[in-house]
């Protein structure tokens, strides 16, 4: 009876691969409305947990303030707040809120370099209103947003900013890749560009936030996510995971009562699966002491969202 009822919501035209390629727990075969509900709300739960233990209150509460209040992104019309944390699909949610507040009828038809334009793409922030509007919309709206793990994250943020650099912002390799080689890099005798040892010898400083000043907002693409969203201090209806997004990603929109107005873009095959092989081979030449250090600060990111410590690395 179960399968046969999560056959049919397969079926529904905004979730076709969902049963395809799940990333399911070990052992399940199926997930229906009912088991996504219990998952959901074993992590929500993880979540209130981890952020009641005193001994981590440092790696995992941080005060709403104007940076937190930048990450959220307001849809007034469906009461939705999505927080943004870069490097876990966020163009696509970008998208849909976009698509939610009428300014494009499809995800589909929204060129790319308008979904990052905050002037073009019509999304307001929670930081461009008042004390009490924050207030209201924080204890009334539907709030979600997205992990993945972040080892792999900050990875992906890596790649992504200083080699490939796709969208195409030279700030990176110009200004904060040299601003970390001359703190970071041990042999100042080597000339190439940024290194992922260097990256995350930064990373890993407990005196960051010093290095953090000159880089001003594009650090969002490697801070926490107790940084970026706070979920400690603001309590959040929904934690979509990246590693099982096109599970999550049709019960995100079923429970935020969207499911009939938009849909999710199609996700590739085993796009969003965790890849072991790659951490580990981008991990290989880094100091255990740095590796350590660099788990000090995301302990708290690991904890509170379930993802195992990477001992591989560690030990």
């Not at 993880?46 to 940076?67: D, E």
């Not at 970026?228 to 997004?245: Q, R, T």
């Not at 019960?251 to 499911?259: E, Q, R, S, T």
């Not at 580990?280 to 660099?294: A, H, M, N, P, V």
Request: charged fraction near 25%; charge should be positive; hydrophobic fraction near 35%.
């Amino acid at each position: 009876h179960g399968l046969t009822r999560h056959l049919l919501f397969c079926l529904t035209p905004f979730s076709k691969s969902l049963y395809c390629n799940c990333f399911l727990p070990e052992g399940t075969v199926a997930v229906n409305g009912e088991d996504w509900q219990a998952v959901e709300s074993e992590r929500l739960e993880l979540v209130s947990s981890v952020c009641r233990n005193g001994s981590l209150k440092n790696l995992t509460h941080t005060p709403i303030g104007k940076f937190v209040l930048d990450r959220i992104f307001v849809c007034d019309k469906h009461k939705i707040l999505f927080c943004q944390t870069p490097k876990v699909g966020n163009t696509q949610w970008k998208k849909v809120l976009i698509v939610l507040n009428g300014a494009f009828s499809t995800v589909e038809e929204i060129p790319e370099n308008v979904v990052h334009d905050h002037d073009k793409n019509g999304l307001p922030r929670l930081s461009s209103m008042s004390e009490k509007e924050i207030a209201e919309r924080l204890n009334t709206y539907f709030k979600f947003f997205i992990v993945r793990d972040p080892f792999e994250r900050l990875i992906s943020a890596f790649k992504d900013k200083f080699l490939q650099n796709p969208r195409f912002e030279p700030w990176y390799k110009h200004d904060i890749a040299p601003a970390i080689i001359r703190k970071y890099r041990k042999n100042h005798m080597e000339t190439t560009g940024l290194r992922f040892e260097d990256f995350i010898r930064y990373l890993g400083d407990p005196n960051h936030k010093r290095v953090d000043r000159q880089f001003g907002d594009h650090i969002i693409h490697w801070v926490t996510y107790v940084e970026l969203c706070a979920p400690c201090d603001i309590k959040y209806n929904v934690i979509g995971h990246h590693e099982s997004l096109e599970r999550d990603a049709p019960y995100i929109l079923k429970a935020a009562g969207i499911d009939h107005l938009v849909s999710y873009p199609t996700i590739p095959p085993g796009i969003t699966s965790y890849n072991r092989t790659k951490v580990e081979q981008y991990f290989s030449g880094i100091s255990k002491r740095d590796i350590r250090r660099l788990y000090a600060r995301f302990h708290g990111d690991f904890r509170l969202f379930g993802y195992k410590e990477p001992d591989f690395l560690l030990n």
